[in-house]
């Protein structure tokens, strides 16, 4: 999403509630409880330069685009990881920190045996998802946690996943995990055995998370440098390029997410 503002502000809402009114025509229904909440999600700026001499620049007419591609590269990844973990402190707001971030039942499912993943909690985090929910639901994890996950599947597995219930990913396709999508990112907490607190897996409906740009990416051309370190300003003979990417992430409606973890 694109928006002209230093934030995105936005309604959102865990649904509505229908109830049958009887068989008398003309009864008035009762309310459909909507609550309605207002979130929003600020806009920080992600930014880099590149100096080099203008001699580098004269013998390479293309090194422009190179530059906007190399930083363009740099934005997927900054997004990738801010997304999945950002703090939200000065950054944006990563999808297993706003989960993280909401200590109370049902927004956080806790696995059976600290350090241990096992088929039973990969099914109670599914479960516990609303089912308006489901239907449109993914999960996230890290690599580590998706070979943990297949690992649990197999007719070999004792009281692990039903081999349709783990299918493994194709050039065609990501793996499916319960019939949804499984989402993989470098960024997702790793797996680990650790008994302490330790962030598995989200499964829920991504279109409730929100990845916000103001705008677009920015290169801008800086002409000449000056000579700041010896105090002179003259022209040092160089000249940079300036790239800037303001965006922000957040989940909108944290009812449409679970996050299987140690605690």
Known sequence: MTITTDAWKGVSSA????????????????????????????????????AASIEVLQDFPGIADEIGTLFGTALS????????????????????????????SPAHVTVHTAGTLAAGDIRAAYAALPARYQLNASW?????????????????????????????????GSARLLGRPVLVSQYAPAFTSSTGTVNWVVVGDMSRFLVVNRIGPMLDLVEQLPDFAGGTGRPTGQRAYFYQARWGSNAVDVQAFRLLSNS
Do not use: K, R, W
């Not at 009114?21 to 909507?34: L, R, T």
């Not at 943990?148 to 299918?167: C, I, K, Q, R, T």
């Open 15 to 50: 649904g509505a509630t229908l109830t049958f009114s009887g068989a008398e025509e003309g009864s008035v229904p009762p309310d459909a409880a909507v609550t309605l909440a207002q979130p929003t999600i600020p806009i920080y700026a992600a930014a880099g330069d590149f």
């Open 77 to 104: 990844d900054n997004m990738s990881n801010f997304s999945a973990v950002g703090s939200g402190s000065s950054c944006s707001t990563g999808l297993f920190t706003a989960m993280q971030n909401q200590t109370t």
């Open 140 to 172: 996230l994890m890290s690599p580590s946690t998706v070979q943990a996950v297949a690992a649990l599947a197999g007719p070999s597995v004792s009281n692990g996943l039903a081999p349709h219930d783990y299918v493994p990913g194709s050039p065609a």
